[in-house]
Nanobody
Framework: QVQLVESGGGLVQAGGSLSLSCAAS????????MGWFRQAPGKERDFVAS????????KYGDSVKGRFTISRDNAKNTVYLQMRSMKPEDTAVYYC???????????????????WGQGTQVTVSS
């Protein structure tokens, strides 16, 4: 059974930093793009960041460019999201996603991901 398990969420003050991890099990995602999405209450799920299978290419949502960094460790089957200079509008449930096509580049489209984690809450206080 394929599982993606996010960790590292919590409460942080505006301007602070937080790191999320997503550990995959049940299959290797080393040949697949991975992504992070988020959903705030009453809003649609938004793209945050994505990373190619090799880690060589990344893509970010406009609202997080320059503040968030996605990375991966294929040996550990884990993807990370480093968040800095956080803002109250970053408050959301953050979801990790595993891509569909092998050897794929970063992708911002949710329907290009077949596997999703259960989400982790991130709250930024003002």
């Amino acid at each position: 059974q394929v599982q993606l398990v996010e960790s590292g969420g919590g409460l942080v003050q505006a301007g602070g930093s937080l790191s999320l991890s997503c550990a995959a099990s049940g299959r290797s995602f080393s040949a697949y793009a991975m992504g992070w999405f988020r959903q705030a209450p009453g809003k649609e799920r938004d793209f945050v960041a994505s990373i190619s299978w090799s880690g060589g290419r990344t893509k970010y949502g406009d609202s997080v460019k320059g503040r968030f960094t996605i990375s991966r460790d294929n040996a550990k089957n884990t993807v990370y999201l480093q968040m800095r200079s956080m803002k109250p509008e970053d408050t959301a449930v953050y979801y990790c996603a595993g891509g569909r096509g092998a050897w794929s580049g970063p992708d911002s489209r949710p329907n290009e991901y077949d596997y999703w984690g259960q989400g982790t809450q991130v709250t930024v206080s003002s």
